[in-house]
């Protein structure tokens, strides 16, 4: 069996060296490789080489970070033995994602525990039917991720109501005489301040039991494991300060004179402020995934479909392939198929970018989540579940965005020592402060120290690369471009040269009629109606061409008679009455026809890479054709925008040096590759690699897939061959080459995005961590206060998710022409 890409469910990450920790954790795992962690989606992502998913679960478990598993029980028929339930048990053991399989043939049930992520419910139903034993679901533990997010991100909002309404009278107590002239003075003469100092001891503890429970759940253990994390910080800081408050209230005689006072509102206030900024990234992060739910949000959650002869609708995941089902005016298409009966416009502008609805009729293929015109349609299901187009373009979107750049590896290095680094600079300011400190020094070095602990906190480093990633594939995909691999954004960033296959991909792939000269005494349209109707009978793609010409200009055709087709020359034909001769000059030549009066428009058509048709009516010469495969619209827009960026293009092509180099000349290409043999189109980019460095291939045929993975990022035309598709790390869904110059626009704005996100991490972090362990006191007199250091650590990452989602309203720098 072929290795298996597996993407699961993190828990308990709440830092970007957790996920670093994780990763760690997942690499000591036998038969696995090519391991991603991403802190911003919760999510990590490997390649099975022989591992167990069981084997996973216990390294996560053991890393205190462990995969989200699910439980579900299917509904099975067919089971008639003790042999069958083995084999059910098989087939389920099989997929990657399963843990647990409980297969019961006197309930005619299975229990299965999973990993969710890499498959689901519906997908483990299906395996058992493909393996003879028919399945539903019948009972799921699990929720859907949108339906999760949305369940963190309410927690996360009563954890700040709750933390904020225990701290707000610790706050006003402590320092409100900051703001309310004569406060002190009335605490004192009311209640009294050791009574203030009770009340915010109650209040502070409350608040570190209850919503900041949390940060010594996962911090404590974390630092029993020597593995500090972002949680260690925030519960070394808050309980420094809440115990050397404890201390001042009940054992004052155990600190220095001098010293006796409290930090219970540093304590609640750190806490309280750090559970908002989680607050605020729970809200952004979910965001960040907007495009991936929109995505899922197209495929309707049932459909209508044909059975024993009646129209029922049942849910999606019970629809099975050939299934035939019936689409009424205005619905989404439920699920990928092949129209049996009606004709309707269907809008697939949310699959392609393509704005105009495409024209649909019997043998024609609908794809599921696009949108139906005014007509009906009858179709037979050819694709369900996790293998229609619509669950392919989700699964590549969310690969990308698991997918680790490059760029991003300074971050992990950094992260990886980072809050061991903090500790050991706390520790060391604390020192200072207590060896050479102005009085009273423990309480500076309270202060310096609980500060650098919290300021510190590297979350905005975890979260700079993933986050952007995330928007800015998924916004991608909404343009129609889908990035497969997550790296790609980064390297097609880095071309500087983009070359392009000709047929199918520069070009529209098939000959068409591009001139009609006819002599004097001979029209246009008459020449053409009776050649189009003797190549009727011919099998010949040129003879598809003229017919096509023929029918969109409206000419009806009359029969052809005494057909008569010469290999490699052309045809013979009888059309009302005219005797027709119809191909090279060779061919007329020998028929005793000259040709010599059309023989400058003939040189002009090979000139431009042109077959020259000749037509003779009754014995005389009356027109030369020029059949081409046309280039297509966008083509020669695209490669003035590549041309505009600094780029240089190529082509790559098997067709005749004459006729590579004259569609060159029409759509300005730098450097022509022709009458290169398919397997040596691999070759071609090598070469162009070396001469010019990293290239970006973009082709659509089978013939195309060794390029496409010999470049360094490979483009694929969506209108291609699935080969080239899964070959590809960029497919273009609408098959308009616009998509290519859109690509590199979001790979540069996605890149310039990551390079601001981390810029303000690195800088931000390097920049406060001095200021918080005190080293403006000398010169101002000034400390940073721990209150404040929690607010910047928070702002920080709120930045960085901010400013990735602005990656969300990027327009397309091209519109597929309409």
Same mark, same amino acid.
């Given at each position: 069996?072929?290795?298996? @890409?597996?993407?699961?469910?993190?828990? #308990?990450?709440? &830092?970007? *060296? /957790?996920? =670093?920790? $994780? +990763?760690? !954790? %997942?690499?000591?795992?036998?038969?696995?490789?090519?391991?991603?962690?991403?802190?911003?989606?919760?999510?990590?992502?490997?390649?099975?080489?022989?591992?167990?998913?069981?084997?996973?679960?216990?390294?996560?478990?053991?890393?205190?970070?462990?995969?989200?598993?699910? @439980?579900?029980?299917?509904?099975?028929? #067919?089971?008639? &033995?003790? *042999? /069958?339930? =083995?084999? $059910? +048990?098989? !087939? %389920?053991?099989?997929?990657?994602?399963?843990?647990?399989?409980?297969?019961?043939?006197?309930?005619?049930?299975?229990?299965?525990?999973?990993?969710?992520?890499?498959?689901?419910?519906?997908?483990?139903?299906?395996?058992?039917?493909?393996?003879?034993?028919?399945?539903?679901?019948?009972?799921?533990?699990?929720?859907?991720?949108?339906?999760?997010?949305?369940?963190?991100? $309410?927690?996360?909002?009563?954890?700040?109501?709750?933390?904020?309404?225990?701290?707000?009278?610790?706050?006003?107590?402590?320092?409100?005489?900051?703001?309310?002239?004569?406060?002190?003075?009335?605490?004192?003469?009311?209640?009294?301040?050791?009574?203030?100092?009770?009340?915010?001891?109650?209040?502070?503890?409350?608040?570190?039991?209850?919503?900041?429970?949390?940060?010594?759940?996962?911090?404590?253990?974390?630092?029993?494991?020597?593995?500090?994390?972002?949680?260690?910080?925030?519960?070394?800081?808050?309980?420094?300060?809440?115990?050397?408050?404890?201390?001042?209230?009940?054992?004052?005689?155990?600190?220095?004179?001098?010293?006796?006072?409290?930090?219970?509102?540093?304590?609640?206030?750190?806490?309280?402020?750090?559970?908002?900024?989680?607050?605020?990234?729970?809200?952004?992060?979910?965001?960040?995934?907007?495009?991936?739910?929109?995505?899922?949000?197209?495929?309707?959650?049932?459909?209508?479909?044909?059975?024993?002869?009646?129209?029922?609708?049942?849910?999606?995941?019970?629809?099975?392939?050939?299934?035939?089902?019936?689409?009424?005016?205005?619905?989404?298409?439920?699920?990928?198929?092949?129209?049996?009966?009606?004709?309707?416009?269907?809008?697939?502008?949310?699959?392609?970018?393509?704005?105009?609805?495409?024209?649909?009729?019997?043998?024609?293929?609908?794809?599921?989540?696009?949108?139906?015109?005014?007509?009906?349609?009858?179709?037979?299901?050819?694709?369900?579940?996790?293998?229609?187009?619509?669950?392919?373009?989700?699964?590549?979107?969310?690969?990308?965005?698991?997918?680790?750049?490059?760029?991003?590896?300074?971050?992990?290095?950094?992260?990886?020592?980072?809050?061991?680094?903090?500790?050991?600079?706390?520790?060391?300011?604390?020192?200072?402060?207590?060896?050479?400190?102005?009085?009273?020094?423990?309480?500076?070095?309270?202060?310096?120290?609980?500060?650098?602990?919290?300021?510190?906190?590297?979350?905005?480093?975890?979260?700079?690369?993933?986050?952007?990633?995330?928007?800015?594939?998924?916004?991608?995909?909404?343009?129609?471009?889908?990035?497969?691999?997550?790296?790609?954004?980064?390297?097609?960033?880095?071309?500087?040269?983009?070359?392009?296959?000709?047929?199918?991909?520069?070009?529209?792939?098939?000959?068409?009629?591009?001139?009609?000269?006819?002599?004097?005494?001979?029209?246009?349209?008459?020449?053409?109606?009776?050649?189009?109707?003797?190549?009727?009978?011919?099998?010949?793609?040129?003879?598809?061409?003229?017919?096509?010409?023929?029918?969109?200009?409206?000419?009806?055709?009359?029969?052809?008679?005494?057909?008569?087709?010469?290999?490699?020359?052309?045809?013979?034909?009888?059309?009302?009455?005219?005797?027709?001769?119809?191909?090279?000059?060779?061919?007329?030549?020998?028929?005793?026809?000259?040709?010599?009066?059309?023989?400058?428009?003939?040189?002009?058509?090979?000139?431009?890479?042109?077959?020259?048709?000749?037509?003779?009516?009754?014995?005389?010469?009356?027109?030369?054709?020029?059949?081409?495969?046309?280039?297509?619209?966008?083509?020669?827009?695209?490669?003035?925008?590549?041309?505009?960026?600094?780029?240089?293009?190529?082509?790559?092509?098997?067709?005749?040096?004459?006729?590579?180099?004259?569609?060159?000349?029409?759509?300005?290409?730098?450097?022509?590759?022709?009458?290169?043999?398919?397997?040596?189109?691999?070759?071609?980019?090598?070469?162009?690699?070396?001469?010019?460095?990293?290239?970006?291939?973009?082709?659509?045929?089978?013939?195309?897939?060794?390029?496409?993975?010999?470049?360094?990022?490979?483009?694929?035309?969506?209108?291609?061959?699935?080969?080239?598709?899964?070959?590809?790390?960029?497919?273009?869904?609408?098959?308009?080459?616009?998509?290519?110059?859109?690509?590199?626009?979001?790979?540069?704005?996605?890149?310039?995005?990551?390079?601001?996100?981390?810029?303000?991490?690195?800088?931000?972090?390097?920049?406060?961590?001095?200021?918080?362990?005190?080293?403006?006191?000398?010169?101002?007199?000034?400390?940073?206060?721990?209150?404040?250091?929690?607010?910047?650590?928070?702002?920080?990452?709120?930045?960085?998710?901010?400013?990735?989602?602005?990656?969300?309203?990027?327009?397309?720098?091209?519109?597929?022409?309409?």
């Amino acid at each position: 069996m072929p290795p298996a @890409t597996l993407r699961i469910e993190l828990q #308990g990450m709440s &830092c970007a *060296s /957790c996920a =670093g920790r $994780a +990763e760690r !954790a %997942l690499g000591e795992v036998a038969g696995l490789r090519d391991i991603s962690v991403n802190f911003a989606n919760g999510q990590a992502q490997m390649v099975l080489d022989g591992a167990r998913a069981a084997d996973i679960a216990e390294a996560l478990r053991a890393a205190n970070y462990p995969a989200r598993e699910e @439980t579900v029980r299917l509904s099975v028929s #067919g089971l008639s &033995c003790a *042999s /069958c339930v =083995g084999r $059910a +048990e098989a !087939a %389920l053991n099989a997929l990657p994602a399963v843990l647990e399989t409980h297969v019961n043939l006197a309930t005619e049930s299975a229990k299965v525990r999973y990993l969710p992520g890499h498959t689901d419910a519906g997908a483990l139903a299906r395996a058992l039917t493909e393996a003879g034993y028919p399945a539903r679901v019948e009972q799921e533990s699990g929720e859907d991720q949108a339906t999760r997010r949305s369940a963190e991100i $309410a927690h996360a909002r009563r954890q700040v109501r709750i933390a904020t309404l225990l701290t707000l009278p610790v706050f006003v107590l402590e320092m409100g005489s900051h703001v309310i002239p004569g406060m002190h003075a009335l605490i004192i003469e009311t209640i009294g301040m050791g009574t203030s100092w009770l009340v915010q001891f109650l209040l502070t503890t409350a608040i570190l039991l209850w919503p900041g429970r949390q940060f010594y759940r996962l911090g404590v253990p974390a630092l029993i494991r020597a593995a500090p994390d972002m949680n260690s910080l925030v519960a070394l800081g808050a309980t420094a300060a809440w115990l050397y408050s404890s201390v001042a209230l009940f054992l004052p005689d155990l600190l220095p004179a001098g010293t006796r006072t409290v930090y219970f509102e540093a304590a609640a206030v750190i806490v309280t402020l750090i559970l908002m900024g989680r607050w605020l990234e729970a809200r952004a992060k979910g965001r960040t995934g907007a495009a991936i739910q929109r995505l899922i949000g197209l495929q309707p959650a049932t459909a209508r479909v044909e059975r024993k002869g009646a129209i029922i609708e049942i849910p999606i995941d019970d629809v099975t392939l050939g299934d035939l089902l019936h689409l009424r005016p205005g619905e989404r298409v439920a699920i990928d198929g092949e129209v049996t009966e009606g004709t309707s416009y269907i809008d697939e502008s949310m699959i392609t970018g393509e704005p105009v609805p495409v024209l649909k009729g019997p043998g024609d293929a609908v794809v599921g989540g696009t949108v139906n015109g005014a007509g009906a349609l009858s179709f037979r299901a050819t694709a369900v579940g996790r293998d229609t187009v619509l669950a392919r373009i989700v699964a590549m979107v969310e690969e990308a965005q698991g997918a680790k750049l490059p760029v991003q590896a300074l971050a992990d290095r950094v992260v990886r020592v980072f809050v061991p680094v903090v500790i050991a600079v706390t520790l060391l300011t604390v020192t200072v402060w207590l060896l050479a400190g102005p009085a009273p020094a423990l309480s500076h070095a309270l202060v310096a120290g609980v500060s650098v602990l919290i300021i510190a906190c590297p979350c905005a480093m975890g979260l700079a690369t993933p986050t952007s990633v995330m928007v800015g594939t998924g916004r991608a995909a909404e343009l129609g471009v889908l990035f497969r691999k997550g790296e790609a954004l980064q390297r097609l960033d880095e071309v500087s040269v983009v070359a392009f296959d000709k047929t199918g991909t520069l070009t529209l792939g098939a000959p068409t009629v591009t001139r009609i000269e006819a002599l004097r005494g001979f029209d246009a349209e008459t020449v053409l109606r009776l050649t189009a109707a003797a190549q009727t009978k011919s099998e010949h793609p040129i003879a598809r061409a003229i017919e096509s010409e023929a029918a969109a200009r409206g000419l009806d055709l009359p029969l052809a008679e005494d057909f008569q087709a010469i290999a490699g020359h052309g045809i013979t034909a009888r059309v009302e009455g005219h005797v027709l001769v119809i191909g090279t000059a060779r061919l007329l030549a020998r028929e005793g026809i000259r040709v010599d009066v059309l023989k400058p428009v003939a040189q002009e058509l090979a000139d431009a890479g042109q077959s020259a048709i000749h037509v003779a009516i009754d014995a005389r010469i009356a027109a030369v054709l020029g059949i081409a495969d046309a280039v297509k619209p966008s083509s020669r827009a695209v490669v003035d925008a590549l041309h505009a960026r600094g780029l240089k293009v190529a082509m790559i092509t098997g067709d005749a040096t004459a006729t590579a180099r004259a569609i060159a000349r029409e759509l300005g290409i730098d450097h022509v590759e022709a009458e290169v043999l398919p397997e040596g189109k691999a070759t071609a980019v090598s070469a162009l690699q070396e001469r010019f460095g990293a290239l970006a291939f973009v082709g659509d045929g089978i013939n195309d897939a060794p390029a496409l993975a010999q470049a360094d990022v490979g483009v694929a035309v969506g209108t291609g061959t699935d080969v080239a598709i899964e070959t590809a790390d960029v497919v273009l869904m609408s098959g308009d080459l616009v998509g290519v110059v859109n690509a590199l626009d979001l790979s540069r704005r996605t890149l310039r995005n990551i390079r601001q996100n981390l810029f303000w991490a690195f800088a931000y972090n390097t920049a406060l961590i001095p200021v918080a362990a005190g080293a403006l006191y000398p010169a101002t007199g000034l400390m940073l206060s721990p209150i404040l250091a929690a607010g910047a650590m928070a702002l920080s990452s709120v930045f960085v998710l901010s400013n990735a989602l602005r990656l969300r309203t990027v327009q397309p720098v091209m519109e597929i022409e309409k």
